[in-house]
Structures are given as C-alpha cells and as structure tokens.
C-alpha cells in the first residue's frame, strides 16, 4: 500500500480542497471534511486506537440495508472486496496522520484469505512498515474473530514487483538430540503472497548427505537414526519467479552418542583392556614363576632329603657297622673261653639288631606314605618298644586310640622321630631308671610327646655346664618346628622330657627350616 501526503482535501475532479490539520481522529460518528458525501471515513465505524503517523485500529460492520451497501451491491451475501480494501485504505490514513494533514491511501495487490458477510464485526488494523521511493508504506490486515479476511504487505514486494523470500525456520527440533531417537523430521516454509504453491525448496543435512534435494510440496524432510555426531540443516527457497535464496536457513543440532559410543567411555573401555591384559600378563608371569619356584623347592626338598638320607647312614649305620666290624675281628684275634665268646656274640647280635632297626628308621624316613601324625605315632611306639626291649626296663605306653590324621613333612617328621629317639637313647645310656613311661596326645591342637623315667635325674646346672651336645641337639630340632622343648629332671626323683608342637596354623610343620647348631 503506497500512500501520498497531502496538505489539502481533494474533491471529485481531484482539486485542492481547504487545508485541514488534526492531531487527533475523531469518533466513529461521520464528519464533514469536505470529501465526497461529505463522509471522509464513511467505512469505518469506529477509531479503537491510534499512535499518530504509525499505526492505528478501527472496527467496522455492513449491513444488507447500508446505503453504500445496498446502492451498489444489491443483495450480496458477502462482502465485497472493494469495500475491505477502501476501509483499510481509510485506516491506513488514519494511522499516517499528523499535525501536517491525512495520507491519501492506495492499495495494489490486495489478499482476501476468507469472505466476510455482511453484519460480522470486522476488525482493521494499519501499521507503518517502511518508505519506498518517497511513499509511506502501511501494512493492514482485517480479521473477524480472529480469521482474517484481508490482508496486504508492501514489504513482500519487491522494487521490481518480484517477491521475495522470506526467512525459513524448523520446528520441533532442539540443539541437542538424545541418541535414542527414531527419526527427525524437518518442517519448513517460506511465504509467497502471489503464488505459494509455486515455491519451491532445497535442503541438505550437512555431514550425512552429500548432494542438495530439492521438493515442492512437500515442504518437511525426515532423517532415520542418524549416527552420532554435528550436523547442519540447510534449506533454500525459490519463489514463483524463480528467485532463490541463496543464503537460505541454516539449523546446527547435535546427536548425542550412546554411553559406549562417548570418548571417555572408550578410553575407559580401553584403560580397562590394557589393565586386564597387564593383570593377566602379570598373573601369568606369577603363576609361572611359582611354577618354577616350585620346581626349585621340590629340587630342594629333594637334595635336603638325599643329604639327611647320607648324613643318616654315616652317623647311624656307618659307625654301627663300623663297630660291628670290629668286634667280630677283636673276637677272632682274642683266645677267649666259650663263656666270652657266648657274650661277645651277643654283643654282636645286639648291635646288628640295632643296625637292622636303625635301617628301618632310614626306610621309614624316606617313604612318602608316612608323613602323617598318626603313622609317626605308630612308628615311635613300635620304635620305643623295640628299643627297652633287650633292657630290663620296663616300658609303658600311652597313645590314643584316634589322633588327627595331620599331614606332616618328611623334615617335620624326621626332626620328631630323631628328638624322641634321642631322648630315649639317654634314657638307656644315662638314666639307670627301672621303668619309663611314653606319651603322646593331642591338646588344644598342639602335639605333646612326653618321656618320663624313674631314674638318677640330674641337676639343670649340670646339664648347662656339660659340654655335650645331645639336649642342646634336641632343642634345636623342636624349636626349628615352631614347638617347645622343656626338660625337668631332680637327682634321685627321675626325668621328664616334653615336645610341644603346635598342629594348626604351623607351617614349619610342611617346610621345616634346619635346626640351629
């Protein structure tokens, strides 16, 4: 709508009328200002609002038997649109005047969306949208009850006439999309009064299509699943002219990975693979290297084995033969009667018999299948029986019917077996007793081997001013298996030796370590 300011009031012929200035319009009742019938805002009723020279708001209401109306368009149900668009140029005056006169209005291109009937009340809006070449430019609208019926917009034309393109937008869509989406759909538009269904688009997602598409009507597009990652909506228009815009609207949006899609959770995935693989290197490496610890220890335990099997039969059955040997070659060279013969040939069968049972000890020692507390019991008994035998001490034994069946060391057990025989060696040598006792029992889960005898005793100072080794010998082995050795002995009130060993939570009892000299 173009418009022209005037200082005067024009009649029929287009003459200069007397000059009328106003600051304000009046009612809605009709004035005389000169114009023709006398009536210069004949179509609208009534001014509703008004910021001088920029806009203004009126209503307006036909009837069938409105003289305007019904003298030149007889019986029309609708409202002609000659009448809307001479009612919005009078707004459109209203709206551009000042203190220097009223515009004069004119109005091309005039849209009506929607008819009006006659009777509706019809509200007419006008707003100043710019200049163009000299003319003041209003935009004005009607509407009835929100519905409009007319509309016009200088502002879509163009200098040239052409329209022009108007910004774009998508809806319903954010900067951020969860990755769990299905799909995203893309709505635009772009107005064009003149002929809206010859507009056409072209869009492209950058960073997942690689060439422009371009529609008419359908004026939406929809991506499926789109991988994580920055994307960049583009659309241009193209109007009924074939004009595009070539800057278009652009939508930069964002979708979000899945948890195990984001860097952090990979580096995480990653820092995890490497700490199991260093965990399963390093728990390999360990087990290997037990493995051949192992080994070594095995090889230890059995060359340990060979030397305490070697050192046995040098101490026990070397000097045994030994002096075996020589008393038989004493009782050859020596002229004897038959009573001394008689004795030394039971000297003789007494040391062979010791020997025979010495070699026992070394068989037993060395079988894999003693090496429990129950067999040790059983062997010290028998041992111990044997031993008082050829005396003329009497012997008592005391050992439960069942003891635990406790896995013990071939050490472990050689150490026990060696400290007990010990003791009852000194029994026979030193003790001058008539009668010993041996027990064994298990005590709050410690082992108890106890050698009593009713003989000389001695006193402990004695025994710690002798310079011989056999108590000294039997505390080192007891102690090397984590037990307690107590020796408690008067002169004349007999002797008790005691070997405590702890059964549970020892495990000196399955890797012994060498008694100390």
Known sequence: MEKTESDGKHGNDGRAAPHSSHTSH?????????????????????????????EAAGEMTFALDDPMFAGHFPGNPIVPGVLLTEALAQMAGIAGASEKGFLLSAIRDMK????????????????????????????????????????????????????????????HTGPRIPPSHHRIDFEFTA????????????????????????????????????????????????????????????????????????????????????????????????????RELEVLEQKAALERERARIARDLHDDLGASLTQVGLMIEESREQTTSPEEMKAQSGQISSRVRSLARDLDA?????????????????????????????????????????????????????????AAKEAMNNVIKHANATEVRLKMAVTAKVFELRLEDDGIGFAPDT????????????????????????????PRRGTTVSLNVPL??????????????
């Open 191 to 290: 107005p064009s009064l003149p002929a809206p269904e010859n507009v056409r688009f072209r869009y492209r997602l950058e960073g997942f299509d690689e060439d422009w598409t371009e529609v008419g009507t359908p004026r939406t597009a929809t991506y499926s699943r789109l991988p994580a990652g920055d994307y960049r909506f583009r659309v241009l228009a193209c109007n009924n002219t074939g004009v595009w815009n070539e800057a278009g609207t652009t939508l930069a949006f964002t979708v979000a990975p899945f948890l195990w899609q984001t860097w952090w959770f990979r580096l995480g995935l990653l820092s995890g693979f490497a700490l199991l693989l260093g965990g399963t290197v390093r728990y390999w490496s360990q087990r290997q290297l037990r």
């Open 112 to 171: 009506f969306p929607s008819p009006a009937g006659p009777g509706e009340k019809i509200l007419l809006r006008a707003k100043k949208s710019g200049a163009l070449g000299g003319l003041v430019q209003f935009s004005v609208s009607a509407d009835v009850d929100g519905r409009i019926v007319a509309w016009h917009d200088p502002r879509w034309l163009s200098r040239e006439g052409r329209a022009s393109i108007a910004r774009l937008s998508a809806l």
């Open 26 to 54: 009046p009612s809605h009742d009709p004035v005389d200002f000169g114009l023709p019938h006398r009536k210069p805002f004949l179509f609208v009723d009534r001014v509703t609002g008004q910021v001088p020279g920029s």
């Open 463 to 490: 025994v710690a001013a002798s310079k011989r080794h056999g108590l000294r010998n039997l505390r080192a082995r007891i102690e090397a298996l984590g037990g307690r050795f107590t020796v408690v002995s008067e």
């Open 362 to 418: 070394v068989v037993w020692a060395v079988n894999p299948r003693n090496d429990s507390l129950v067999n040790l019991a059983a062997y010290l008994s028998q041992f111990f029986l044997e031993s008082f035998r050829a005396t003329t001490v009497r012997t008592r034994l005391d050992v439960p019917e069942e003891l635990p069946d406790q896995p013990i060391s071939p050490e472990a057990r050689q150490h026990l077996f060696l």
């Open 504 to 517: 549970v939570g020892n495990t000196l009892l399955h890797q012994p370590a060498e008694p100390k000299a």
